[in-house]
């Protein structure tokens, strides 16, 4: 490696360098580090995706073999599987709670929380968040919220049950459903809880990355990661609030009578007393939210994804601009196409043209993204690690889910698909597994900056990414037909219209490879924590990046640069960039991190 | 408690894992190998992507080949035809734009696959590509949202020409019931408020409303073909979907408010049921019954919940006849109206009341009195 690649060590110390005394308190459990925070994010986001996957696959057993005997069943839902068969109930309580954990528990703060948190700071060149006090406080509420949720799980009436979208009526009355007693209350103050976590983290990230870029840090210069951190944060606290007022709209209708979402109910023979309140109200709440929120899943797995894939292809992203001008674009039509989930609830069906027009708008900044993914790629020298494969599937995801949002987002296609299996098959593609890849792509490039420069076994994780490449596509390609054969979504079995029996076979299918990528996802497990204790030590630098994360010693301190904090003189995608003759910038080495001076003869770009 | 115990096992479980990971680490020789994709890692999986490849377009062509035939029959209902050719359209779109783009994306992930001393090039920007695959999408997206509006507009103006029947869809947990309007073909005033289920007054129509006494209660939908039906969709519980998905036609049920759909039926169940792809779903269907032992099917429409509403929302349905005008003309005289099935039922069950001189419910004192005066 270059020299000039090197920090001086012997500047003087600044106020960050010494070491303060710590305990294993305030190390590992209390503690103020990003690095360890993000730790924290990523294990009990990934026990979180343990119990998320593991219930999918009890539900997609039942919909392959509907009404069978499973000692499992038994063994793991106990009263809610009497003879090993599958209530009702709890059916739609697994589909309610798996979607809950996956969207916001895993891929929300999970990856959110486990990235932004350990990149924001060491890319862009600071100590640490601007309030390291906030960012523990944001993750221990991210952690009550989600034993709270655990918890809710064995309540006596069971869980919350009415998708994960929770729409009143259903989830307001508990005589509607048995999960809208007990189970929706402590749903509502675990989400309560994770929405404040949420936001006290995005507004740490947004001020840090506002105030704390290291000098020669621009804002055209910040590696694409942190520009899909710093927008996911602000469309998070834009849009998170109106779930919360959301949520607690449904506690006071459900807890003090009110009636905004409720009006002239007749049930369990009688009347309710609510009146005026209307429950299309909370799906705009809810969507308001919740579109954006599928954008704040899936923004930071296509920041992660363009470092991963450049510094991989040894080549620049292509398009950096573009790329920044479509996350903006995205991030702002997002907060104004909600209404695209709506087409058929009763709204004003010129409200829904309008909101046809928004939502094919977005697509358009989806595609110059999926291009300049393509184009990144070719005339390459590709390094397919394993973070690098991940990248790839999760462009070949995005797309295919993608193309099907078209479909979808035409109000007009949307009135026979809406609230089918086709609408299961678009958002898992499109944001489940293509945000998992994302999260994984994460997770295998910068293990060794969280581990101390330990790595994950390449070979483990070529298994692990092939297995789960095939079968995301054998679970949800199949799917899109399903779906258009008119098979409606949260349907416990699908026996009782003999219209549906032949996709049975389909059905089976799609389970077999749904419990094969499952048990793939145990290879990567076994393979992230014996990488934690026993992983090869790399170099320092070991994927030759540009960006300052690796210019911090592997070594975890305090402060991240045991010296003076680097400065940057360029933009962090020069890969194999040459001088007229054809050598490259430093001899015999391929890429220039961002921390070299411009050098003698070298053309400036505009970065 | 037995999930709890479940819960502990798993964690044992995950203990084992990493205790073996210790052996396994033990056993392991010391060979110098680096966690790096080398030239033939990179080798290796450039193919794999290739295969990938190959993969993806298999799969593609397996499920179109295996499973269009399971999709639904032709549309039977007018503005079904525009639907499905406009579905057609935008699907040959997607899938001209899937081929291609994989093709490039796996492609050059194979035949760039790195290797030692290849040089990448610095390509970092070109004004020229981007404005291109820019405006194309513009372009293709502005036809489809064009036509898309224009056919959604049509379809949800729901107006009153051509006559149109006027039927009520009534969702609760978990049925469905139909009222039409009877002779007038206007629907009584209803609310949730007057339901009196001990006189089968169960859709709470208004019985002081004249345009109640003819309405015609049902639990099966007749539809004569080719005349405009307009829907008028209540709940009176939760949300629920009226999902017609055969005549391409779909409107929640949400409780407090009428919502609306219109279509016109073009294909009665008979002629349905001889559509060449019919009879062979039925009889593709009625060999997988015998296997199980279930009786066999006869096609019919039907209509679905399609939003979730609780335990037996994967059961709501009731079926759709749709029949000629005599047919559907023969079947509705049948049927009682709201006054001979309700209000007379209820005049009896009042006399009765009243000799028996039992507790009796408010409203019914003030209709007394009301009669009375
Ligand atoms: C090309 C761009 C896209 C378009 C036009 C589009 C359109 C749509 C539409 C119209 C729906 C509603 C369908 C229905 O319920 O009937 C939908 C559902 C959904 N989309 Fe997309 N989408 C696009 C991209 C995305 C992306 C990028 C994500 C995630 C990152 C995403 C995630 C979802 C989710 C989670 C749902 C289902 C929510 C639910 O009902 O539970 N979509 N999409
Ligand atoms: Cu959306
Ligand atoms: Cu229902």
């Known amino acids: 490696m270059s020299e000039v690649a090197h920090v001086s060590h012997d500047d003087h110390h600044d106020d960050h360098g010494h070491h303060h005394k710590e305990t294993f308190i305030t190390k590992y459990i209390f503690s103020q580090d990003h690095k360890m925070i993000s730790k924290q994010y990523l294990i009990t986001g990934l026990i979180m995706g343990f119990i998320g996957i593991a219930m999918s696959l009890l539900f997609r057993m039942q919909l392959a073999w509907p009404g069978e005997s499973f000692g499992i069943f038994e063994a793991v839902l106990g009263k809610w599987a009497p003879d090993g068969v599958m209530d009702a109930d709890i059916y739609l309580a697994l589909v309610t709670i798996h979607g809950t954990l996956m969207v916001f528990f895993v891929l929300t703060q999970g990856l959110s929380g486990t990235f932004s948190n350990l990149l924001i700071p060491l890319q862009i060149g600071a100590r640490d968040m601007a309030s390291g006090f906030m960012n523990m406080i944001s993750y221990w509420m991210f952690f009550i919220s989600s034993v709270i949720m655990i918890i809710s799980l064995f309540v006596e009436a069971g869980p919350a049950a009415a998708g994960w979208t929770i729409y009143p009526p259903l989830s307001a009355l508990p005589m509607a459903q048995p999960g809208s007693g007990m189970g929706m209350t402590l749903w509502l103050v675990s989400m309560a809880i994770f929405i404040a976590s949420s936001l006290l983290g995005s507004l740490n990230y947004i001020v840090t990355v506002i105030n704390l870029r290291t000098k020669g840090m621009s804002m055209t210069r910040l590696p694409l990661t942190i520009w899909a951190f710093f927008v996911t944060a602000i469309i998070g606290v834009i849009s998170f609030p109106v779930l919360l007022s959301a949520a607690l709209l449904l506690i006071m209708d459900r807890s003090f009578g009110t009636s905004f979402f409720l009006s002239d109910i007749f049930i369990q023979g009688e009347v309710l007393h609510y009146q005026g309140g209307s429950p299309v109200l909370y799906e705009h709440l809810f969507w308001f939210l919740g579109h954006p929120e599928v954008y704040i899943v899936l923004l930071p797995a296509l920041g992660i994804t363009s470092e991963v894939m450049s510094t991989n292809a040894r080549k620049p992203i292509f398009g950096y601009r573009a790329m920044v001008a479509s996350i903006l674009a995205i991030a702002f039509l997002s907060t104004i196409v909600w209404g695209h989930h709506m087409f058929v609830s009763g709204m004003n069906p010129f409200l829904g043209s309008v909101f046809t027009f928004t939502t094919l708008l977005i697509a358009i900044p989806s595609a110059v993204k999926a291009f300049n993914y393509i184009t990144t790629l070719w005339k390459g020298n590709l390094q397919l690690n394993p973070a690098m494969l991940f990248s790839i599937g999760l462009v070949s995801t995005f797309i295919t889910g993608g193309l099907t949002g078209i479909i979808l987002g035409d109000s007009t296609l949307d009135i026979n698909v809406h609230d089918t299996y086709f609408v299961v098959a678009h958002f898992h593609l499109v944001m489940g597994i293509s945000a998992l890849y994302g999260m994984f792509a994460g997770i295998y490039h910068w293990f060794p900056k969280m581990f101390h420069g330990r790595m994950m076994n390449k070979n483990l994780g070529y298994v692990h990414f092939w297995i789960t490449a095939v079968c995301a596509y054998g679970v949800f390609f199949p799917m899109h037909f399903v779906g258009m054969a008119g098979v409606p979504r949260r349907y416990y079995e699908n026996t009782a219209f003999p219209m549906f029996d032949e996709l049975t076979n389909v059905q089976v299918l799609m389970t077999v490879f749904a419990i094969i990528a499952g048990l793939a996802q145990l290879i990567f497990v076994y393979n992230f924590i014996s990488s934690i204790f026993y992983g090869k030590k790399g170099p320092v630098n070991p994927w030759g990046s540009n960006t300052l994360e690796w210019t911090t010693p592997r070594e975890h301190i305090h402060g991240n640069w045991p010296g003076e904090i680097p400065h940057v003189y360029r933009w962090a995608y020069d890969y194999s960039k040459t001088y007229e003759n054809g050598e490259y910038i430093i001899a015999g080495q391929d890429f220039v991190p961002q921390n070299v001076p411009l050098q003698e003869n070298e053309e400036e770009l505009n970065h | ?373």
Not at chain 2, 306 to 322: A, F
Request: include cysteine; charged fraction near 25%; proline fraction near 3%.
């Open chain 2, 1 to 373: 408690m037995t999930a709890l115990l479940t819960f502990t096992v798993l964690v044992l479980v995950a203990i084992a894992i990493w205790q073996m990971t210790k052996i396994f680490e033990l056993s392991q020789t010391k060979t110098e190998r680096s966690e790096i994709a080398n030239d033939s890692d990179n080798k290796n999986n450039g193919y794999l992507l290739f295969a990938f490849l190959i993969f993806i377009y298999g799969i593609t062509i397996f499920s179109f080949a295996k499973y269009s035939k399971m999709l639904l029959p032709e549309a039977a209902s007018e503005h079904g035809g525009d639907y499905d050719q406009l579905m057609w359209v935008s699907f040959a779109i997607i899938f001209f734009v899937q081929t291609i783009t994989q093709a490039l994306l796996h492609y050059f992930g194979y035949k760039y696959r790195g290797e030692t001393g290849r040089k990448a090039l610095f390509f970092a920007d070109n004004d020229r590509l981007e404005f291109i695959w820019t405006i194309i999408p513009v372009i293709v997206l502005a036809g489809l949202i064009l036509w898309g509006l224009y056919t959604w507009t049509n379809i949800m103006d729901v107006n009153e020409d051509d006559d149109p029947l006027i039927v009520e869809l009534y969702a609760q947990q978990f049925n469905w019931t139909a009222r039409y309007g009877g002779d007038d073909n206007v629907l009584g005033e209803a609310n949730v408020r007057l339901i009196d289920i001990a006189n089968a007054n169960i859709l709470g129509i208004d019985e002081s409303d004249p345009n109640a006494e003819d309405d015609v209660i049902v639990k099966e939908l007749h539809l004569p073909v080719g005349r405009k039906v307009n829907f008028k969709m209540r709940s009176q519980d939760v949300l629920h979907s009226a999902y017609m998905p055969h005549f391409r036609a779909q409107m929640n049920c949400v409780p407090g408010m009428i919502t609306q759909f219109s279509f016109t039926p073009t294909v009665t169940t008979e002629e349905m049921r001889l559509n060449p792809d019919v009879v062979d779903k039925v009889k593709r269907t009625n060999v997988i019954r015998a296997q199980k032992g279930d009786d066999p099917w006869e096609f019919d429409y039907i209509l679905l919940c399609n939003k979730i509403c609780g335990k037996s929302h994967y059961n709501m349905q009731m079926k759709i006849i749709v029949e000629t005008e005599e047919e559907f003309n023969a079947w509705m005289a049948e049927q009682k109206t709201f006054k001979e099935s309700v209000m007379v039922d209820e005049a009896e069950t009042e006399a009765e009341e009243q000799v028996a001189s039992t507790d009796e419910e408010a409203d019914v004192e003030s209709e007394e009195s009301a009669s009375e005066e």
